[in-house]
């Protein structure tokens, strides 16, 4: 019997990615995206694997499209949601540059959606179900050296932070949570000079994830299984 994943920001990079694998490897995919129907790939995936591919319009900025997913999938299991979706913000703004533009939505995407994913869809979740949140090594406090990047480094500690408390909120009900940094990715968002390719990161962190269980809940880790600093 397959495993039935969700995944969100489906339609290119990491999550296109994401989708490709585990179709390969016999899962039942739904693959979230704002609009499934011009996402070309996952319209040509859908055609190839008509049976274990599912397309669902969901926009993680607009709360109230929740519920929708919740109504579409009624009572079924979840076994693995991979919250993927993400946006990086405006770019190249120094220390003195940085005003309110962008925030709301950086937080809305990278911070508020995946939990309240997680909280909307909780009874989907059984027992023994895997949550994985892509967060980014620009997050981790410890290894900040750089400075700047100043909305996207916050909207990554964040999640991490809601991250860590799902993962001891849902242990009680057999839920384990994994906080992945995907790795310097060659994505529209990563750019072109990236070290690593779509599908070196995804087999990672499929890995990492095939290796969650309640005893590692709540860590963050590499796309190679690293254990990372807070």
Known sequence: MSNTTLITGANRGIGLQFVQQLLAQGDTVIACCRNPEQAAELVQLGEQFPHHLELVGLDVSQPEQLHGLKAYLGDRIIDTLINNAGLYGPKGLHFGEVDSSGFNEVMQVNVLAPLLLVQTLSDNLARNSKIAILSSMMGSISDNQSGGAYLY???????????????????????????????????????????????????????????LNLDNSGEFRNYDGRELGW
């Open 153 to 211: 480094r916050a909207s990554k500690s964040a999640v991490n932070a809601i991250g860590k408390s799902l993962a001891n909120d849902l242990a009680p009900r057999g839920v384990a949570v994994i906080l992945l940094h995907p790795g310097w990715v060659q994505t529209e968002m990563g750019g072109p000079n990236a070290l690593i390719d779509t599908q070196t990161s995804v087999e990672g962190m499929l890995k990492v994830i095939a290796a």
